[in-house]
C-alpha cells in the first residue's frame, strides 16, 4: 500500500496535499482497496464553504456507499470533473488523477492537527 510522506492523513482515510494557496484532497489508497470497485462520487459542495469534519460528498463502490468528510475547513474551488466519466480512476490512481476536489484552506493552522503518513499506518494497522 502506498503512503505518500508528503501527504496529511485524517482518521477517515481522506489525504490532503497544500500547493501554494490551495489544496487537493482525495480518499487513500487504503480507502479505496476497502471500498472496492468506485462506480459514482457525488460531490455538490463546489463554491461553497465547508468545515472540518462536515461531509463535502459521497462515494458510491459497488457495495456501498460512504461519506466524504472535509479534513479541514474551506472553500470547495472545484470537483475533479473527470470523476464524472471515469469513477474508476480513484481506484487507479488514489493521490493523482483520482483527487476528488480542490479547495482555499480557510486556517492553515488545522492540518497540523491531521495525521502524518507514519501515524496513518499505524491508524489502520490496528
Known amino acids: 500500500m502506498n503512503f505518500p510522506a508528503e501527504l496529511k492523513y485524517t482518521k477517515d482515510h481522506e489525504w490532503i496535499r497544500v ?27 463546489e463554491g461553497e464553504t465547508v468545515d472540518k469534519e462536515e461531509v463535502f460528498g459521497t462515494i458510491e463502490a459497488v457495495k456501498t456507499v460512504s461519506d466524504l468528510f472535509m479534513p479541514v475547513s474551506g472553500e470547495v474551488l472545484e470537483v475533479n470533473a473527470e470523476l464524472e466519466d471515469k469513477p474508476e480512476l480513484v481506484n487507479e ?28 499506518k499505524a491508524l489502520i494497522a490496528k
Not at 500547493?19 to 459542495?45: K, M, N, P, R
Not at 484552506?105 to 496513518?120: C, F, G, H, I, P
Open 19 to 45: 500547493e501554494g494557496d490551495v489544496a487537493y484532497i482525495g480518499i487513500t489508497d487504503y480507502a479505496q482497496g476497502e471500498l472496492g470497485e468506485i462506480v459514482y462520487v457525488d460531490i455538490t459542495t
Open 93 to 120: 490512481d488514489a493521490y493523482g488523477k483520482g483527487w476528488l476536489i480542490k479547495i482555499s484552506v480557510k486556517d492553515a493552522a488545522d492540518l497540523n492537527e491531521l495525521l502524518s503518513a507514519e501515524d496513518y
